[in-house]
């Protein structure tokens, strides 16, 4: 099924200028880019776009790293592109990420593991809303 998803390129990617090569391994996957627009996060935004992981004790330093610096949102479009992404981007740890994987590849840390995908048609659909507008989707 035709799938649209979620991806953040992260604060560590955009400092390290791997948002092309991570945009290009996406488009060499099959992803089409529906929308896409950089932004630098508000404090509020990173609290509301995070909220489900609210009660964890990682939440104030993922508010504080999301809004350290300039991300990518981008709505992708693929078969399958829900569970596709997050097989493309490799475990939430870049340590165990499988080899290839954007993780392994670009991130560096769980905190600092260049991208975000989202991880269920709900979230994905909820995660698209929040940064795009129906009408800016390609
Ligand atoms: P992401 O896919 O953006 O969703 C939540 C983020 O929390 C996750 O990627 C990680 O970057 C971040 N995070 C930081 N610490 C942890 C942790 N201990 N366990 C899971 N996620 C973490």
Redesign the pocket.
């Known amino acids: 099924m035709i799938e649209r998803t979620l991806t953040?390129i992260?604060p560590d990617s955009v400092e390290k200028k791997n948002v092309g090569a991570i945009i290009a391994h996406l488009e060499s996957e099959g992803f089409e880019i529906l929308a896409a627009r950089m932004t630098r996060l508000s404090e509020a935004q990173a609290r509301a776009f995070?909220e489900v992981?609210k009660e964890?004790?990682?939440y104030n330093?993922?508010v504080a790293?999301m809004t350290s610096g300039p991300v990518w949102p981008m709505c992708l479009q693929r078969e399958d592109a829900i569970g596709y992404l997050r097989k493309v981007m490799g475990a939430?740890?870049p340590a165990e990420a499988e080899p290839g994987t954007i993780r392994a590849l670009y991130g560096e840390s769980?905190?600092?593991?260049a991208?975000?995908?989202s991880?269920s048609p709900e979230n994905a659909a909820g995660e698209i809303a929040f940064f795009f507008p129906t009408a800016d989707l390609a």
């Open positions: 953040i992260k995070y992981h964890r004790p990682f330093d993922l790293y939430t740890n769980i905190e600092r593991n991208i975000h995908g991880d």
